[in-house]
């Protein structure tokens, strides 16, 4: 079995839905932390989701608010994902958000 520690990160430069990180094949992700920054003196919302290998949509946060200029951890513990899946962002305001995620996998 190999770890592999990574990140991902995503601009959200406008208001679609868009994949923050698939899990590879073969591999088990442990997501460690999930970092909102807002960066335009706003308050725009976040929603974050997970999709499994069969395409279901489960909301893991809707609509979560911003402050203007801070920084939010999202996950209070570790958020284990399986081949496959894949983690979605959406900001309610383009231009405003940043993201970035913290991921352990195992293959």
């Given at each position: 079995?190999?770890?592999?520690?990574?990140?991902?990160?995503?601009?959200?430069?406008?208001?679609?839905?868009?994949?923050?990180?698939?899990?590879?094949?073969?591999?088990?992700?442990?997501?460690?932390?999930?970092?909102?920054?807002?960066?335009?003196?706003?308050?725009?919302?976040?929603?974050?989701?997970?999709v499994n290998a069969?395409?279901?949509?489960?909301?893991?946060?809707?609509s979560k608010a911003?402050?203007?200029?801070?920084?939010?951890?999202?996950?209070?513990?570790?958020?284990?994902?399986?081949?496959?899946?894949?983690?979605?962002?959406?900001?309610?305001?383009?231009?405003?958000?940043?993201?970035?995620?913290?991921?352990?996998?195992?293959?």
């Amino acid at each position: 079995m190999a770890n592999v520690y990574k990140n991902a990160k995503i601009d959200l430069t406008d208001t679609d839905n868009e994949t923050l990180y698939t899990v590879p094949a073969v591999t088990t992700a442990i997501v460690k932390s999930i970092l909102v920054s807002e960066d335009a003196g706003a308050t725009p919302n976040i929603t974050v989701t997970l999709v499994n290998a069969s395409a279901a949509v489960f909301s893991l946060f809707k609509s979560k608010a911003l402050t203007a200029n801070g920084t939010l951890e999202l996950l209070s513990s570790p958020l284990v994902m399986e081949e496959s899946e894949i983690l979605k962002v959406e900001a309610s305001a383009g231009n405003q958000l940043h993201v970035v995620m913290s991921v352990l996998e195992i293959s």
